[in-house]
């Protein structure tokens, strides 16, 4: 079975732009998750799908947004970027609503500058 | 807020001895906690979990104990390997919300390197 996947695995953005970022859950997953990884943050969450509906959001600015498909996959944006939106972006998917395992994605490395 | 700690960022051990990596939580609301290992380039992958209503799992060379009256989850790793080094972050999952839904919250990882 083919792990979650991540696209695209690195990227390099200027401040004020804007980038989407995509994740496909493993085959018959149909809970995402995303999550910031920076360094002495550890993993922040940002928020879950489940079925194309948001169930769960962390404490991240409205400039943070997520939508899912109806194939499961997801994709993040983040809005009128800032230096400190440069971070390692993780995805998990899992079966159900978070109290599954989770399984994680490379990650995609998202450098603003 | 950082409800799930984990105050060493670094740990070095030798082959063979064990590693103890440690973490605190402040929110006597989790009902299950997680360890993860993570490579370079790779996301984390889940190593070991425990329920809140136990105090020890052990899955091979790994053992996770908890101590509920501290809010303290430690990982054993006996004997350590090469291998292992990599950067280990603890998990607790939120009790399910009133949406139905649960919450990871991580601490910030503990880098081990384990000399040979």
Same mark, same amino acid.
């Given at each position: ?33 995303? %999550? ?5 943050? &550890? ?5 879950? @799908? *489940?079925?194309?509906?948001? +169930? ?32 390692? %972006? ?5 079966? &159900? ?5 989770? @399984? *994680?994605?490379?990650?995609? +490395?998202?450098?603003?500058? | ?116």
């Amino acid at each position: 079975k083919a792990g979650v996947t991540q696209t695209p695995r690195y990227l390099i953005k200027t401040r004020g732009q804007q980038v989407t970022l995509s994740c496909s859950p493993i085959s018959g997953h149909r809970s995402v998750s995303w %999550y910031q990884q920076t360094p002495g943050q &550890g993993l922040q969450f940002l928020f879950e @799908y *489940f079925s194309e509906t948001q +169930r769960n959001k962390g404490n991240f600015p409205g400039r943070f947004s997520g939508r899912q498909f109806s194939n499961s996959r997801s994709e993040m944006n983040v809005s009128t970027l800032e230096l400190g939106d440069s971070a390692l %972006y993780l995805c998990a998917s899992s079966a &159900g609503t978070g109290g599954s395992e989770q @399984y *994680f994605g490379p990650g995609t +490395r998202l450098t603003v500058t | 807020d950082q409800q799930v700690k984990q105050n060493s960022p670094s740990l070095s051990v030798q082959e063979g001895r064990i590693s103890i990596l440690n973490c605190d939580y402040t929110n006597s609301m989790f009902d299950y906690f997680l360890w993860y290992k993570k490579y370079p380039a790779e996301g984390p992958t889940f190593l070991i979990s425990i329920s809140s209503i136990k105090d020890k799992n052990e899955d091979g060379r790994f053992t996770v104990f908890l101590n509920k009256s501290a809010k303290h989850l430690s990982l054993h790793i006996v004997p350590s390997q090469p291998g292992d080094s990599a950067v280990y972050f603890c998990a607790a999952r939120t009790l399910r919300t009133t949406s139905g839904t649960y919450k990871y919250i991580f601490g910030t990882g503990t880098r081990l390197k384990v000399l040979a």
